[in-house]
């Protein structure tokens, strides 16, 4: 048995935001049934084109584990079948613009009136309120999620990051929004609408410069570069470089091989409680009794410097010596990884972090496994399904079309006529 064994989810989601939780959903067991346009499907399947006439890694990365059924949910017969589909399953999650399922006749007032028991999950890119209505993609909720503002160099434009923390981290909290629904559901025997708004999804994830936003009312941040630099605050949580975003102060450093190697760097946490091994261990033994070092307090305006001494150090090795060096000594550390280095990554491919899948059209590829490890419900990552390749298993082992009905709406022309052809 998964962990979600039985329940069935009614996949209405394309590009990022949305087939990442329906895939979590899928890994930890729930058969999710991917409502795709006829002969044109997610549009993530032709973006990025790697291999001619294959699905792209965009769209294979992120459906892992689920079923396809295409179909035109604007025709009778396919808002028949759709009234079907939300009759069986237990959730319908989508991310459409808003409005679009409103359009296709499919509110939340009437799949409650089909399906009292389901649950309804939405990602949009705001809330309710002024911006409800727009469409909106990663770095736009990135910007307006507070990450773009809080990320990059203080005398330099906001930047965004290349963790997809709009798409994938609203995804996320969509996938944990619906779970939790569904365990309401045993008590309430109700389903209910969730939703998960991307600048909502971001600014969780930047709680800690909210934080900082409020500490900067009663003075100025301490541990951020630019108060050692003497350089004033302004009214908002300014770009703080690769400062630690938390209370012990650490940085990005170089490390042997930095001139030329893009990724030869380490991040350092000079971590309180290992101070004085920090300072054995970079050759500044006389900084543990020096009351202009020996506390986190009066090292606070002194942390460029302090740095630049512990790079002095780093650069003497290369980040993998870092790492084993400091890791014994409980001085926290981490190599700078390219992806070229996690792909290889030994200890990520036998935990199922990193898989080799294969795939008819484009052979075998490297995918992201499930991150989440539950010790009663191992994940198998399966590959992507093909546009509609489930349409006819769907419609008559899920649905319980037969004989004339399932060629009725075969013959529509609802659910796809390529597909058809091969049947
Ligand atoms: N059969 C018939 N029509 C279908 C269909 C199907 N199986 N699946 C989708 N459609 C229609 C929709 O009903 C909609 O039609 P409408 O505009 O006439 O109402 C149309 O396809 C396009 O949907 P839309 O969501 O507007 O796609 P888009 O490509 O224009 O916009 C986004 C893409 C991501 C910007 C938009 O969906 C969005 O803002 N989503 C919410 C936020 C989000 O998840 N963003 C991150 C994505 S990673």
Redo the contacts with the bound molecule.
């Keep these: 048995m998964k962990a979600l064994e039985g329940v069935k989810v009614l996949d ?9 939780c329906t895939q979590l959903l899928a890994w930890f067991g729930a058969d999710v049934i991917k ?4 002969g ?1 499907g997610d ?1 993530t399947r032709k973006q990025l084109i790697d291999k001619p006439g294959a699905d792209s890694l965009y769209f294979t990365m992120l459906n892992h584990n689920k079923r396809s059924i ?6 009778a017969e ?1 808002k028949e079948v ?1 009234t079907r589909l939300i009759e069986t399953c237990d959730v319908l999650v989508e ?10 006749g499919f509110g939340w007032e009437r799949i409650q009136e089909i399906n009292p028991r389901i649950i309804m999950a ?4 705001f809330g309710p309120g002024k911006y409800e209505d ?5 770095n736009i ?1 990135q910007c307006a999620g507070g990450s773009a503002s809080t990320t990059g160099w203080r005398d330099d434009r906001p930047l965004v990051t290349g963790a ?1 923390i ?2 994938s981290g ?2 996320l909290h969509l996938a944990l929004g619906i779970v939790t629904a569904l365990y309401q559901r045993t008590h309430s025997g109700r389903g209910q609408r969730v939703l998960a708004p ?1 600048q909502d999804g971001v600014l969780n994830l930047c709680r800690v410069k909210l934080r900082d936003q409020q500490r900067l009312e009663v003075g100025p941040l301490e541990e951020y570069s630019q108060y050692g630099e003497g350089i004033p605050f302004g009214d908002s949580v300014p770009r703080a470089g690769n400062d630690s975003g938390g209370g012990q102060p650490g940085r990005i450093l170089k490390c042997k091989g930095w001139e030329t190697d893009p990724n030869a760097y380490t991040y350092f946490i000079t971590q309180a409680a290992a101070w004085e091994k920090v300072c054995d261990v970079i050759g500044k033994p006389e900084w543990k009794d020096d009351l202009d070092y020996a506390t986190p307090k009066a090292r606070l305006p002194r942390l460029n410097h302090i740095f630049a001494t512990i790079e002095e150090w780093t650069m003497t090795k290369d980040k993998f010596e870092v790492m084993a060096i400091c890791n014994p000594l409980d001085i926290p550390v981490g190599p700078i990884l390219s992806m070229k280095e996690i792909a290889e990554d030994e200890d990520l491919r036998k935990t199922g972090t990193v898989v080799e899948v294969d795939h008819p059209e484009r052979g075998k590829y490297l995918s992201v496994g499930c991150p989440i490890k539950l010790s009663d419900s191992p994940v198998e990552v399966e590959r992507s399904p093909l546009l509609g390749e489930h349409t006819v298993e769907v419609l008559r082992d899920v649905l319980g079309y037969d004989g004339e009905g399932l060629a009725r709406i075969l013959d529509s022309g609802a659910v796809g006529a390529a597909k058809l052809a091969a049947e």
């Design positions: 209405f989601t394309h590009v990022q935001s949305g087939p990442t409502v795709e346009r006829p044109v549009a295409e179909l035109n949910s604007k025709s396919g759709l991310n459409f613009a808003p409005g679009a399922l409103d359009r296709m939405s990602v949009k890119g727009c469409k909106v993609y990663e909720a997809q709009g798409d609203t995804g991307m």
